[in-house]
């Protein structure tokens, strides 16, 4: 059997709406155990897809047989996903739906035709089956490697008709500073908060301010909720306040590196707490944007000079909300995972940037806009290399060759183990599936119903 690293775990979290509305008239098509596998699986899936084939209900039997293998034996072997886990990711998944929705709950419910936590407790037992089923997966291709032989190999296989053709891809880095603002603007945000803090504590309603004044975008249109939260989930000024504050006490204002911030606790439990909060961000004046721009530019021109090397600048000047700061600079592709990219997936300010520079060359100071926060950085770009137009070959391609040759490896020996593993389980399949023939590996001992 080849069974894929990447199986296709229970249901789209963004497409739940067919799942929710579906219902299905229901039978039990399949067993793992004592682990059944119900017609209405196959048909949600099924209906999920966007091109449907004649062997699709097939492959998707198949891929919940493998599912409900790996998920008898995490119970065996006691494979367990904690709540804080599952809680955590509930919390992202619908945070997830509610911002390509501009956080509009009424959207949402006419959507879906239920309220948010409705829906997150409907993806509960669903979610912790596609946990579960990762953490078996991660269990068992935990520390599988491979080696530099290995990978010579794996690519001496590869046709060479069939070898890829990699576009031009450069590696790049960057040192980004924020604009900190001055010491009026300071105290005028924090001025600004005391007055909020003060009206709500004289009875006015925290959420009708938190959605007035606000500058969190997230929680200030939901009356400043921030949901449930652990220890660990929040900035250290922050976290250490929440968890001093008594139920509905207001604190005093604090200070972290988003702005001024005072918080209620709604509610705790044990490491959870239910918080609110108001934030005001103090005003980055066009002085402190240009006093930015002039201590990047002498820092630029340090390295230039050979005065401080890259990383070294990266290190101490860097902002730290930026990804590159932990990876000596260099940014990583969110496609591929590594420090590659193909020039036409650049930001088109830093393809701009590049495009006449050559290798270790680094760019003037540029302003842009934080993706995440909205905020106007400002950053200088070094072009660490540049390949040409290429077919895939061991001397420039050796980490993608090398990533192409753990995954398959990884999948053969998940396949190993599933092969393993099934001859010591009772699997039953209804006979209206016999003309699969993707199935016939899992009959081998098996009894079928009749």
Same mark, same amino acid.
């Given at each position: 059997?080849?069974?894929?690293?990447?199986?296709?775990?229970?249901?789209?979290?963004?497409?739940?709406?067919?799942?929710?509305?579906?219902?299905?008239?229901?039978?039990?098509?399949?067993?793992?155990?004592?682990?059944?596998?119900?017609?209405?699986?196959?048909?949600?899936?099924?209906?999920?897809?966007?091109?449907?084939?004649?062997?699709?209900?097939?492959?998707?039997?198949?891929?919940?047989?493998?599912?409900?293998?790996?998920?008898?034996?995490?119970?065996?072997?006691?494979?367990?996903?904690?709540?804080?886990?599952?809680?955590?990711?509930?919390?992202?998944?619908?945070?997830?739906?509610?911002?390509?929705?501009?956080?509009?709950?009424?959207?949402?419910?006419?959507?879906?035709?239920?309220?948010?936590?409705?829906?997150?407790?409907?993806?509960?037992?669903?979610? =912790? !089956?596609?946990?579960? *089923?990762?953490?078996?997966?991660?269990?068992?291709? %935990?520390?599988?490697?491979?080696?530099?032989? /290995? &990978?010579?190999?794996?690519?001496?296989?590869?046709?060479?008709?069939?070898?890829?053709?990699?576009?031009?891809?450069?590696?790049?880095?960057?040192?980004?500073?924020?604009?900190?603002?001055?010491?009026?603007?300071?105290?005028?945000?924090?001025?600004?908060?005391?007055?909020?803090?003060?009206?709500?504590?004289?009875?006015?309603?925290?959420?009708?301010?938190?959605?007035?004044?606000?500058?969190?975008?997230?929680?200030?249109?939901?009356?400043?909720?921030?949901?449930?939260? =652990? !220890?660990?989930?929040? *900035?250290?000024?922050?976290?250490?306040?929440?968890? %001093?504050?008594?139920?509905?006490?207001?604190? /005093? &204002?604090?200070?972290?590196?988003?702005?001024?911030?005072?918080?209620?606790?709604?509610?705790?439990?044990?490491?959870?707490?239910?918080?609110?909060?108001?934030?005001?961000?103090?005003?980055?004046?066009?002085?402190?944007?240009?006093?930015?721009?002039?201590?990047?530019?002498?820092?630029?021109?340090?390295?230039?000079?050979?005065?401080?090397?890259?990383?070294?600048?990266?290190?101490?000047?860097?902002?730290?909300?930026?990804?590159?700061?932990?990876?000596?600079?260099?940014?990583?592709?969110?496609?591929?995972?590594?420090?590659?990219?193909?020039?036409?997936?650049?930001?088109?300010?830093?393809?701009?940037?590049?495009?006449?520079?050559?290798?270790?060359?680094?760019?003037?100071?540029?302003?842009?806009?934080?993706?995440?926060?909205?905020?106007?950085?400002?950053?200088?770009?070094?072009?660490?290399?540049?390949?040409?137009?290429?077919?895939?070959?061991?001397?420039?391609?050796?980490?993608?060759?090398?990533?192409?040759?753990?995954?398959?490896?990884?999948?053969?020996?998940?396949?190993?183990?599933?092969?393993?593993?099934?001859?010591?389980?009772?699997?039953?399949?209804?006979?209206?599936?016999?003309?699969?023939?993707?199935?016939?590996?899992?009959?081998?001992?098996?009894?079928?119903?009749?």
């Amino acid at each position: 059997m080849k069974y894929f690293i990447g199986i296709i775990l229970a249901f789209s979290f963004l497409n739940a709406k067919a799942q929710i509305d579906t219902v299905i008239l229901d039978g039990v098509i399949a067993s793992v155990g004592d682990n059944i596998i119900l017609l209405s699986e196959v048909e949600e899936r099924y209906r999920a897809k966007d091109i449907r084939n004649d062997d699709d209900r097939c492959k998707i039997l198949d891929e919940l047989l493998t599912e409900n293998v790996l998920l008898v034996q995490a119970e065996l072997d006691s494979i367990l996903v904690a709540d804080e886990e599952l809680e955590a990711q509930l919390d992202a998944r619908i945070e997830q739906i509610l911002r390509m929705m501009n956080y509009d709950r009424n959207q949402f419910i006419s959507y879906y035709g239920k309220t948010p936590e409705a829906v997150k407790e409907s993806f509960r037992d669903d979610l =912790k !089956r596609q946990l579960t *089923v990762q953490k078996m997966q991660q269990e068992i291709i %935990q520390g599988v490697s491979v080696t530099p032989t /290995e &990978v010579k190999d794996f690519f001496a296989q590869i046709p060479k008709s069939n070898l890829p053709f990699f576009n031009s891809e450069v590696e790049v880095g960057e040192i980004v500073i924020e604009p900190k603002p001055n010491n009026k603007e300071l105290a005028n945000a924090k001025k600004q908060l005391e007055s909020i803090r003060s009206r709500i504590i004289n009875g006015e309603d925290f959420a009708t301010l938190a959605k007035q004044y606000s500058e969190d975008p997230g929680s200030g249109r939901n009356g400043g909720d921030l949901g449930w939260g =652990k !220890r660990g989930s929040y *900035v250290t000024e922050f976290e250490a306040t929440a968890y %001093q504050l008594e139920p509905n006490e207001i604190s /005093e &204002v604090i200070k972290t590196e988003f702005g001024f911030h005072i918080l209620q606790l709604l509610e705790r439990r044990g490491n959870l707490v239910h918080l609110r909060h108001i934030l005001i961000k103090p005003r980055i004046t066009r002085q402190d944007k240009e006093l930015a721009y002039r201590q990047l530019d002498t820092i630029r021109s340090l390295i230039v000079t050979d005065s401080v090397q890259f990383a070294y600048a990266v290190n101490k000047y860097s902002s730290d909300k930026v990804q590159s700061k932990t990876n000596a600079g260099l940014m990583l592709n969110n496609k591929s995972g590594n420090s590659t990219f193909e020039v036409a997936d650049l930001d088109p300010s830093i393809y701009f940037a590049i495009d006449t520079m050559d290798t270790d060359d680094i760019s003037a100071p540029m302003f842009y806009t934080d993706p995440q926060s909205g905020e106007e950085l400002v950053r200088i770009i070094w072009l660490r290399s540049r390949t040409e137009p290429h077919q895939a070959n061991l001397q420039q391609d050796y980490a993608k060759i090398q990533a192409a040759a753990i995954e398959q490896k990884k999948a053969t020996h998940l396949s190993d183990w599933i092969d393993e593993h099934v001859e010591k389980m009772y699997i039953n399949i209804d006979v209206r599936y016999d003309d699969c023939e993707n199935l016939k590996k899992w009959n081998k001992d098996s009894k079928r119903n009749p």
